[in-house]
């Protein structure tokens, strides 16, 4: 299945800036059911895709708990992403050139407005489950915070309600090393791609765990004095897979997007404003996540009115919420078993 496109001829932005000519692309699986009362909505972390299939296996697709035979599946692809959606990449209207590194400041708040665009157009009036982990999470609070009366179920995974000075300074480290490669401020095709190596590797100690990297990076031979060794080799290749499928430009956007989270801003606080939620909830924290501790599962769920609190024990760290899938699919039986029989 290829992407869908929706147009927004202006996205008015939080900033008061505006976004013109924006395309929001999307894709869906199985049906709506007679009711419509089937449609479950996933929101995808910083540098994944619509295609919700091929990163989320194990969890969304055939066979899977939620699985298109059954739920009508819907994700669409954010806001200053390289994968189909408006980019640093496209032209500016009003310039004829693409915006490179001046790209409008997205927030979390401008990526859940395009969402709720492209809702309307869909013409879904309700929805049974509004699922995210991570970046995505962050979108799924707010949805859930403006709309409270559209979602049944709200289920986040290693996430927050406020961005942490931790994640920030994790992402401004990214950003720097982006920045110090020189193609990145040329402002052309492929500039910042040496930046991006960096940054991933970076990105990746915030994404797994001590023990992780013990099990599986470790080198082999103590009677060897290797020239390199395999977590180096390990931090490369990472390195240059996500240089292969990403782009620079729009990697620092959306994570000055993730860093503008914060529910509580011009709504009396974080505590007020999860308050406002109405979807039933499942809160599902990582013990071994270090960039989205456990302490932040546990403030959402105990400002959400009634949500369920778990934990998931994992040695993968917060890359867990895409790893993870059988574990998580027990605690998303566990958590509909009250009201919803799948």
């Not at 199985?30 to 009711?35: C, F, K, M």
């Not at 994640?167 to 090393?177: C, D, K, M, S, V």
């Not at 977590?231 to 897979?241: E, I, L, N, P, V």
């Not at 960039?291 to 959402?300: D, G, T």
Request: aromatic fraction near 10%; charge should be negative; charged fraction near 20%.
């Amino acid at each position: 299945m290829s992407d869908q496109f929706f147009y927004i001829p202006s996205l008015p932005l939080e900033s008061g800036e505006t976004l013109a000519d924006a395309r929001v692309a999307y894709r869906t699986w199985g049906q709506l059911n007679e009711d419509r009362d089937n449609v479950v909505w996933v929101c995808h972390a910083l540098t994944a895709n619509a295609n919700v299939l091929a990163w989320w296996p194990g969890l969304v697709g055939p066979g899977c708990y939620y699985d298109p035979a059954d739920w009508f599946i819907i994700c669409a692809n954010v806001q200053g992403s390289c994968y189909g959606s408006t980019s640093p990449r496209d032209r500016d209207p009003a310039t004829g050139q693409p915006r490179y590194q001046h790209f409008p400041l997205l927030t979390i708040r401008d990526l859940v407005t395009a969402h709720e665009l492209l809702r309307q157009d869909l013409g879904i009036t309700d929805i049974h489950t509004l699922i995210g982990g991570s970046l995505g999470g962050q979108q799924a609070l707010e949805w859930a915070v403006q709309r409270p009366d559209l979602f049944d179920h709200l289920v986040v995974i290693a996430t927050n309600a406020r961005h942490s000075a931790w994640g920030i300074a994790f992402n401004e480290a990214q950003r720097l090393a982006i920045e110090a490669d020189p193609t990145y401020a040329a402002g052309q095709p492929g500039g910042g791609d040496d930046g991006l190596r960096a940054a991933r590797a970076m990105a990746l100690l915030s994404y797994r765990s001590y023990p992780a990297y013990a099990e599986t990076q470790t080198d082999p031979d103590d009677d060897e004095l290797p020239r390199e060794h395999r977590a180096s080799r390990y931090q490369r290749y990472q390195g240059d897979k996500l240089v292969a499928r990403f782009d620079a430009y729009s990697y620092v956007a959306l994570s000055h997007s993730m860093d503008s989270h914060n529910l509580g801003r011009g709504r009396g606080g974080v505590p007020a404003a999860l308050r406002r939620i109405g979807a039933h909830t499942l809160v599902l924290g990582i013990t071994s996540d270090v960039l989205f501790p456990l302490s932040e599962q546990r403030e959402l769920a105990a400002h959400i009115p009634g949500a369920m609190y778990a934990e998931l024990d994992s040695r993968y760290g917060h890359d867990g919420f895409l790893l993870e899938t059988a574990a998580i699919t027990h605690f998303l039986e566990r958590f509909y078993a009250p009201t919803f029989v799948h």
